[in-house]
T-cell receptor, first 111, second 115 residues
Framework: KQEVTQIPAALSVPEGENLVLNCSFTDSAIYNLQWFRQDPGKGLTSLLL?????REQTSGRLNASLDKSSGRSTLYIAASQPGDSATYLC??????????FGSGTRLSIRP | DTAVSQTPKYLVTQMGNDKSIKCEQN?????MYWYKQDSKKFLKIMFSYNNKELIINETVPNRFSPKSPDKAHLNLHINSLELGDSAVYFC??????????????FGQGTRLTVV
């Protein structure tokens, strides 16, 4: 049974810092891994998608990596800004037509 | 043009009532999902449909009945609503092709409050 864990549960850093969010999963038989952002009271915004055959994806200040064999992914945010404050969710798509989510990392960027 | 749209956005109803939430996607995806986000903000899969056929039912009470009239729609009907059904419900879609699953897109959610 696929389980997805995100560490840390919450993170507060001053503006301008680079930071890393971690995601681990127990079953390496995945199609892809996706990082989402969720603002309070809002829906999910897709940030990056990494297919199982890929190692990393980049979009602007965001870089996501995937190590399928070890069941790990990281989301790197460069030069953080207050507008980056949100909950970041990691989700893996498995062969059973499921997308399994981690419990999220609540990120706060202090001005 | 919204990729995955849900209606209504907010739903307040009394215990024991029956209600429906509608979901439509215009992405041409073959798989649609319903998720429940509880008060602790954890997203849990409820149902998964592929080409209108039920694939996943994650031990959801049978008061919840999804219906997929076509590939672009997956509606959720809930009978005899209970206080514990209060949550945010998200619809999503993705597609499987050439051995890879596409990016999943989510609707904006329906906040259901049972009083």
């Amino acid at each position: 049974k696929q389980e997805v864990t995100q560490i840390p549960a919450a993170l507060s850093v001053p503006e301008g810092e680079n930071l890393v969010l971690n995601c681990s999963f127990t079953d390496s038989a995945i199609y892809n891994l996706q990082w989402f952002r969720q603002d309070p009271g809002k829906g999910l915004t897709s940030l990056l998608l990494i297919q199982s055959s890929q190692r990393e994806q980049t979009s602007g200040r965001l870089n996501a990596s995937l190590d399928k064999s070890s069941g790990r992914s990281t989301l790197y945010i460069a030069a953080s800004q207050p507008g980056d404050s949100a909950t970041y969710l990691c989700a893996v798509s498995s062969s059973a037509s499921k997308i399994i989510f981690g419990s999220g990392t609540r990120l706060s960027i202090r001005p | 043009d919204t990729a995955v749209s849900q209606t209504p956005k907010y739903l307040v109803t009394q215990m024991g009532n029956d209600k429906s939430i509608k979901c439509e996607q215009n992405l041409g995806h073959d798989t649609m999902y319903w998720y429940k986000q509880d008060s602790k903000k954890f997203l849990k899969i409820m149902f998964s449909y592929n080409n209108k056929e039920l694939i996943i039912n994650e031990t959801v009470p049978n008061r919840f009945s999804p219906k997929s009239p076509d590939k672009a729609h997956l509606n959720l009907h809930i009978n005899s609503l209970e206080l514990g059904d209060s949550a945010v419900y998200f619809c999503a879609s993705s597609s499987l092709g050439q051995g890879a699953r596409t990016e999943a897109f989510f609707g904006q959610g329906t906040r259901l409050t049972v009083v």
